[in-house]
DNA sequence: AGCTGATTTGAGTGATCACTCAATGCTTGA
DNA sequence: TCAAGCATTGAGTGATCACTCAAATCAGCT
């Protein structure tokens, strides 16, 4: 019984099979059958929307339009609401851990790496009108007791984070740059700490002064590891 | 057209004006007409839920069964969700204002309270199963532009706080247990920064003997301040 | 051209959202 | 004892929620 007597318009688009949502080029090489959406594309739209808005206020019909795709489209590509959530929260965890592996892996002094790290973020987000706080803190902070895993595993992945810089603390230890007896699991801790702190000033609006004041602050007390007097905290 | 002839039992509850719910006693003094709820029971329950479950993820339904009232006593009372969260978001700045001001207000000495503030946070949320992060971060970072008003409020309620903190730092400093240089408003900035991750961390669920040895850290950096060397901070 | 099967579509689903209001019930003053 | 007046009630409002599925669309093959 669908009367489609007065549908004057139908909606048209076109898709390249790239993701990109240009008009139907001649040359169109296909050879299963290609997807006029772009996963990592839709992921990092769905990344941005999610961060911006965290995961409660994001409608369905906000990733539509961030997305570009139907319902339909999505359910068939991600699932649920739920589930794509979880991929973007991976997504944005992997890339947070490679920064971080770049420090370790870098050729520089690595605690000069994790001060300059800290100096690097304010300076990033002291620029970026839409300043944000870590997403996994974000995602920790939403959820709620009848989304225990997003929660756990927004734990698990800053647990997992933590471990990283841990390492390269572990690493700064072994090349040198910080005594033998340095506690490193108690300087990764305090490090992922100020990290989180910094970022949450930002996202309130800290001054960029201010905030890259504050790095430099936490820079410095990394830094003074370094020359011995500090390296190991203060005794209770 | 309403049947109540299957209506074998009706719900019974006794309020007495002063917002307990205890059963009714012969002596009610009532001059124009005394609410059978209490406007600060309520806001208190609001408090706890909108605390744990955030704005988003709390709904009217939550609130009735939380306050012990109907939709209609509710917006009679608190006008609209939006509204009662932000009552809820004032009580809980006073809170925590007032918390701050016994620091300066009591006997002891100034730094020695900022410092045994940061501990005992610690050790309170290190004993609460429900550990949870600042109201007002968790506002700010949960409010979206279409919400802007809760964002610049939590902001603007930060800032309070904020001041609060760097008057006990002056006073401090006037009582001569910080050198006449120290730079109050970076001191603190740095102390709501080191409060904002304490809290962050109890909430992630960091154990209690980290926890407060995180604390304890953060809490001997400022009584180090009183003792001379590090009252200003490093020099950029 | 026409068939085939993978893919996209978007109107529609029931549930739940924040919120309303006519009806009810209780307290008070007469 | 009762009328008056207001606080409380809770079923009901339209809107929006996350999500579904039959139909349409399109590329590749014959």
């Given at each position: 019984m669908l009367d489609l007597s007065d549908h004057s318009i139908l909606s048209i688009?076109?898709?390249?099979?790239?993701g990109t949502f240009a008009p139907p080029s001649p040359i169109f090489r296909c050879m299963t059958r290609a997807?006029?959406?772009?996963?990592?594309?839709?992921?990092?739209?769905?990344?941005?929307?999610?961060?911006?808005?965290?995961?409660?206020?994001?409608?369905?019909?906000?990733?539509?339009v961030a997305l570009r795709m139907k319902p339909g489209s999505i359910y068939?590509?991600?699932d649920s609401k739920h589930a794509l959530y979880l991929s973007v929260l991976e997504?944005?965890?992997?890339?947070?851990?490679?920064?971080?592996r770049t420090l370790?892996?870098?050729?520089?002094p690595v605690l000069?790496?994790?001060?300059?790290?800290?100096?690097?973020?304010?300076r990033r987000e002291a620029h970026d009108p839409g300043r944000s706080a870590c997403?996994?803190?974000?995602?920790?902070?939403?959820?709620?007791?009848?989304?225990a895993e997003l929660g756990a595993r927004a734990r698990s992945y800053l647990d997992a984070i933590r471990d990283e810089i841990e390492a390269a603390f572990r690493q700064a230890r072994a090349d040198g740059e910080l005594p033998d007896q340095a506690d490193t699991a108690l300087l990764a801790q305090r490090y992922q700490s100020n990290?989180?702190?910094l970022r949450i000033e930002a996202h309130r609006g800290l001054g960029d002064a201010a905030l890259i004041g504050l790095a430099e602050q936490m820079a410095q007390e990394i830094e003074a590891l370094g020359s011995g007097r500090l390296a190991s905290p203060p005794k209770a």
């Open positions: 688009r076109f898709c390249g099979k790239d997807r006029p959406y772009d996963r990592n594309v839709a992921l990092d739209a769905a990344l941005s929307l999610f961060w911006r808005k965290g995961y409660h206020a994001t409608s369905l019909k906000d990733l539509e068939a590509a991600f997504r944005y965890f992997l890339r947070t851990r490679d920064e971080l370790r892996d870098g050729s520089g000069k790496g994790l001060a300059e790290h800290l100096r690097g973020v304010a997403m996994l803190v974000r995602t920790m902070l939403d959820a709620t007791a009848g989304e990290m989180t702190a």
